[in-house]
């Protein structure tokens, strides 16, 4: 182990560093806490377990301050909804109710039980449920039930019933392609659902519905109450009996609304542009919790500052409408609750990893105390803060004077990025020198990369190499306008703004123009060999399970993601030509810089062989580029084991295309078809 001192050395080369972050140590800490539930004096969330196979275990904080699993061992608290998986588990007055990753069906399981769980649905490989909720006052679950009639994009989906002593189905209703948020009205007459249908994504229209609740527990003819074609509604609850709360965009940001039940306009409850929701990518999840006085308690920022405030519509001209209550964290994830008196979910900043907490709530008028109380961490071991890098927020704008990427949206648009400079104890960069830097590029493509304490970035940072997330053009959190830069130029929009931020680096002075990277997953995946086929800005990139041929992944991919592309490149086959122009494999030729293809073979997702054609196209044309595929992974890493090999390949990728002579080594070349093995255990 390196012990960090006084000194600061300079290495001959300004290559990789010496670390006392290992890859083993950010495969204990890969992942953030998920779903978080206040039940009675205690709070339950769900938390990634790498070193079990990476499954999704549901924990439990007790009054005293300890903390136990609530999920026996074998059990994963997840599902495949969207394919990306929806609200996975509820507490109820008999348990715990929750999807189990491994036959899809529903589980009810007492925590102080020694009896195993017991499944309320049969096992049926076509029917997967998710996005779960219990209703107040019924001994029932109500969730999104897809089932597979076909094909895998032959889906039907509805809002079903399952009860929580018999397992008896009810369906409530099935009115969208898309459905998801089921909430029953206080008086248990009236109940909600956002719907959509292609080729929207939620995040391009939603319909907010209401309808009656029938005697017979299903529902009647439903009203729209807000959202349509070009307004995406992501979370609403029930205020009163005749009113809901909703974040919806009409006026292009997200913010909250209070919406009347039967009928009239929606009112905007605070006038900012920020943002008080997020791209509905997991459905069920939650950016604000009504609170039982009429206020609510709600995220809301821009980019790489969330804040969370009380919210309170009632508010006089001598309050404000928001409250902010002062919590030392600038990201939180997508579920919060709260009951009359504290908020629990998951926050993180530049200095405070991902952790669980609770916080007091004032009442109306008061002033916080901030009695606010961490109740998990990140599993990782502890870590010296000289180790970590301080990200910085900036915004830059095209060089008008640079080569162009034929990109519609024109010069002059910001682009948003938070850079994290090599950091080491005992190291720094030697007089003169240049530090490598690679660009990190996040998924979705709509999502957005948080300014967070991370360790995965600290990896490369203490090693010598500095990271630079890009919010790319297509971003969440930063309004509608910005968000839809990428509606028809996808691989452009995004391919510029990660090379503006680049060159933008090296104009400052802050990189080595020799020495530029790119990785990302993905839709990430996609626009680093993009911009790899397209520009000369990169020595080299890295693609985790990344889209390298549209035309084949639109022809491919799962239901939920089929008609994405119609938005971000165009409708086929009217748009195909436009898909072969960007295509990464079509133009592997024109690469300007070996790379990294990474895949794990089960994913469903993107399939393996856009990989596959990728390292085909690369080694025809006289590319170098390493290939590897991880049996057993679907998209994204979850097992220890695949995390370490993972950062470990790239590593060594980045040490040899960033040490001269550039490129790698001959007797490198090529596809490898295993993955490396995992380094000793620390």
């Known amino acids: 182990m390196h012990h960090p001192s006084s000194t600061q050395d300079t290495p001959p080369a300004f290559r990789a560093w010496d670390s006392d972050i290992s890859a083993a140590a950010v495969a204990r800490q890969d992942g953030t806490p998920g779903w978080v539930s206040i039940v009675g004096d205690e709070v339950w969330w769900d938390e990634p377990r790498p070193h079990e196979s990476g499954r999704r275990c549901v924990v439990r904080a007790k009054s005293d301050g300890t903390v136990e699993d609530v999920l026996p061992p074998g059990f994963d608290a997840r599902n495949s909804l969207h394919e990306y998986g929806g609200r996975s588990w509820r507490p109820t007055d008999a348990g715990l109710v929750f999807t189990h990753w491994h036959d899809r069906r529903v589980y009810l399981h007492h925590p102080d039980a020694q009896d195993a769980p017991r499944p309320l649905t049969p096992a049926r490989e076509d029917v997967t449920y998710g996005d779960l909720y219990v209703p107040p006052s019924r001994d029932e679950v109500w969730a999104v039930r897809e089932t597979r009639i076909g094909g895998a994009r032959d889906i039907e989906r509805a809002l079903v019933s399952v009860s929580l002593s018999t397992g008896t189905e009810r369906t409530i209703s099935a009115t969208h392609h898309f459905v998801t948020c089921p909430r029953l009205s206080p008086d248990g007459r009236h109940v909600s659902w956002i719907g959509w249908d292609h080729p929207n994504m939620p995040w391009d229209g939603t319909e907010l519905c209401v309808a009656p609740m029938k005697e017979d527990g299903t529902a009647g003819v439903h009203g729209v109450r807000a959202g349509g074609p070009r307004e995406s509604v ?26 009347p039940a039967h009928g009239g306009p929606a009112q905007a409850v605070a006038a900012v542009e920020e943002e008080f929701g997020g791209a509905l990518w997991k459905p069920g999840s939650t950016w604000f919790a009504p609170l039982p006085d009429g206020r609510a308690v709600a995220v809301h920022g821009t980019g790489a500052g969330r804040r969370i405030s009380l919210v309170d519509p009632e508010a006089g001209p001598e309050r404000s409408v928001l409250t902010d209550l002062g919590l030392p964290f600038t990201d939180f994830i997508q579920s919060v609750d709260a009951d009359a008196g504290r908020l629990a979910t998951a926050g993180a900043s530049p200095t405070l990893p991902y952790s669980v907490f609770t916080t007091a709530l004032p009442d109306p008028g008061a002033t916080h105390d901030r009695d606010t109380r961490i109740l998990s961490s990140r599993a990782a071991p502890p870590v010296d803060p000289a180790w970590l890098p301080l990200p910085t927020a900036r915004s830059f704008h095209r060089d008008a004077a640079a080569p162009p990427v034929d990109d519609p949206s024109g010069a002059g648009s910001p682009v948003h990025a938070h850079l994290y400079p090599p950091t080491h104890p005992c190291h720094a960069a030697p007089d003169g020198r240049r530090p490598p830097w690679v660009v990190f590029v996040h998924g979705g493509p709509t999502g957005d990369y948080p300014m967070v304490q991370d360790l995965e970035i600290a990896y490369f940072t203490s090693r010598g190499i500095g990271v630079a997330t890009v919010d790319y053009g297509g971003s969440v959190g930063y309004g509608r306008a910005y968000r839809e830069r990428l509606n028809g130029a996808w691989g452009l929009v995004d391919v510029q703004d990660c090379v503006t931020v680049a060159r933008a680096l090296v104009s400052e002075g802050l990189a080595d123009p020799g020495r530029l990277a790119i990785r990302g997953g993905s839709a990430g995946g996609w626009t680093a060999l993009a911009a790899l086929t397209h520009t000369n800005a990169f020595a080299g990139a890295v693609s985790f399970y990344g889209i390298t041929d549209p035309l084949t992944w639109a022809a491919t991919t799962h239901d939920f993601e089929s008609r994405y592309l119609d938005g971000l490149i165009g409708p086929l086959p009217q748009s195909a030509t436009l898909y072969e122009q960007r295509s990464p494999v079509l133009a592997a030729d024109r690469a300007s810089g070996p790379a990294l293809l990474l895949h794990g073979l089960d994913d469903t997702i993107v399939d393996p062989a856009q990989s596959s054609a990728m390292a ?42 960033f040490a001269p002579p550039a490129g790698l080594p001959a007797d490198t070349a090529g596809s490898t078809d295993a993955a490396p093995a995992p380094a000793e255990r620390s």
């Open 234 to 259: 992501v979370q609403a609850e029930w205020r009163d009996g005749d009113s809901l709360w909703a974040v919806t965009d009409p006026d292009g940001w997200w913010t909250l609304h209070v919406v």
């Open 616 to 657: 085909e196209a690369l080694r025809a044309a006289g590319i170098a580029c390493e290939h590897v595929e991880f049996p057993g992974e679907r998209h994204g890493w979850r097992r220890a084991e695949t995390i370490r090999a993972a950062l470990e390949a790239e590593i060594c990728f980045y040490e040899r295309i």
